[in-house]
């Protein structure tokens, strides 16, 4: 079943702009990750966030934990065109797999 | 990094026909393997997990006789979708878990699969 609520279903900004997901889920987690898909392809790994942390960055990418509120965002700053593609938040629980949220479609318009 | 290797990348198959996915972890050991489905614009769907050398665990609602899962070595598990049906047409998508590497899931590519 699916855990993760994802906000906005769908963004469209312009190159340059940032770009802010939002995930929400119902129940406790060990960690929550984030991962790109482009159309029709697997997903990559962008960066894992454990529970006990609060914040972590990767390159161009911010992600946020709040376990009181259980969400998370995800913060793509200065974007561009390559960035198009669906973002996903999945959290992991002891039970090893993981559960997708909805997903967001980012466009990133040139 | 650790790489999953999933073939094929798409199939066009008759309805009734059976047909097999592979999912191989090219230079790992894969002791837990995942299948996943998507639909168009959705997300994914975890199907079943399996463990090798053990029978594979579904998710509720997933039929067991429908869709075969063989996880017989430590980097290859197979999905075979059997008497497929239009229905069944989707993309489906492995992941592999290597033992000891904390949090990581690597994903394969997907099998773009079309019952006609």
């Known amino acids: 079943s699916q855990q993760g609520e994802e906000d906005p279903q769908a963004l469209s900004i312009q190159e340059g702009e940032n770009a802010t997901m939002n995930c929400s889920y119902k129940?406790?987690?060990?960690?929550l990750q984030w991962y790109r898909q482009n159309s029709g392809r697997g997903l990559v790994h962008l960066i894992l966030?454990?529970?006990?942390?609060r914040e972590k960055h990767s390159g161009r990418l911010r992600v946020t934990l709040d376990t009181s509120k259980k969400s998370s965002s995800l913060l793509i700053t200065a974007s561009r065109a390559a960035d198009t593609a669906s973002y996903f938040c999945a959290t992991g629980t002891g039970a090893q797999k993981l559960v997708f949220g909805q997903g967001t479609r980012l466009t990133i318009n040139p | 990094g650790a790489v999953v290797s999933q073939h094929p990348s798409w199939v066009i198959c008759k309805s009734g026909t059976s047909v097999k996915i592979e999912c191989r972890s090219l230079?790992?050991?894969?002791?837990?393997m995942f299948w996943y489905r998507q639909f168009p614009k959705q997300s994914l769907m975890l199907m079943a997990t399996s463990n090798e050398g053990s029978k594979a665990t579904y998710e509720q609602g997933v039929e067991k006789d429908k869709f075969l899962i063989n996880h017989a070595s430590l980097t290859l598990s197979t999905l075979t979708v059997t008497s497929a049906h239009p229905e069944d047409s989707s993309f489906y998508i492995c992941s592999a878990r290597e033992w000891g590497t904390g949090y990581g899931y690597t994903f394969g590519s997907g099998t773009r699969l079309t019952v006609v």
């Open positions: 129940t406790s987690i060990n960690n």
């Open positions: 230079d790992f050991q894969a002791t837990t």
């Open positions: 966030i454990r529970s006990n942390e």
